[in-house]
């Protein structure tokens, strides 16, 4: 049980284009999603937490208005990345935590974005 | 604030050699802790935790952890690792009540033959 799906796995795009990422509890209802940044290398940067049908809390750096985050149901948060550049080109991971249970996360299988 | 430090970035150890992958922490409140490990372009997957009880935590794959508060340390050991256990390995802490999971920078430990 507890298992998270994000889609896609891996995506390109042009530089000044957007991108979105979902994220999806399959087995549970998850009232809160996080989204983690990861470089080449490096640990996991929590970029936001979202809750379900709330907004948002973005970590201290983080453009929202760059990174869209929408929780709009018990199973699906998204990740749109805005006028993606070139320097926006990392690995994205999503998790998702029980109700009531906010310490577990499960995590998602990541996404790999890579901006020309 | 929560910190989380793990003392070695790269473990090389042969196949079959037993291994322990350095974990310390800092917080001035209670915490839960957390070992992740990470194959290559996957997400992560949940080793360990220890939340509260018995100080000695057993996880998958072999693995286990000694939570000791005194030393504020969380090491992860495994007595004889097997090429597959080749990944990327995280140390995490939550604060009680906290949402926010706090990552160390990860050890990457390489099996060979």
């Known amino acids: ?116 | 604030a929560q910190s989380v430090t793990q003392l070695d970035s790269q473990v090389p150890v042969f196949e079959e050699a037993p291994v322990e992958l350095r974990c310390n922490y800092s917080s001035s409140v209670s915490v839960y802790l957390f070992w992740y490990v990470q194959y290559p372009n996957q997400g992560l997957q949940l080793l360990l935790k220890y939340l509260s009880g018995s100080t000695l935590v057993k996880g998958i794959n072999g693995f286990e952890a000694e939570f000791n508060k005194s030393q504020t340390s969380f090491h992860l050991r495994k007595p004889s690792v097997h090429i597959s256990d080749t990944a990327e390995y995280f140390c995490a802490v939550i604060t009680r009540g906290g949402t926010a999971l706090i990552f160390g920078k990860g050890t990457t430990l390489s099996v060979s033959s």
């Open chain 1, 1 to 116: 049980g507890a298992v998270v799906s994000q889609h896609p796995s891996r995506v390109i795009c042009k530089s000044g284009t957007s991108v979105k990422i979902e994220c999806r509890s399959l087995d549970f209802q998850a009232t809160t999603m996080f989204w983690y940044r990861q470089f080449p290398k490096q640990s996991l940067m929590l970029m936001a937490t979202s809750n379900e049908g709330s907004k948002a809390t973005y970590e201290q750096g983080v453009e929202k208005d760059k990174f869209l985050i929408n929780h709009a149901s018990l199973t699906l948060s998204t990740l749109t990345v805005t006028s993606a550049h070139p320097e926006d080109s990392s690995f994205y991971i999503c998790s998702a935590s029980l109700p009531g249970i906010s310490y577990e996360q499960y995590f998602g299988p990541g996404t790999r974005l890579t901006v020309t």
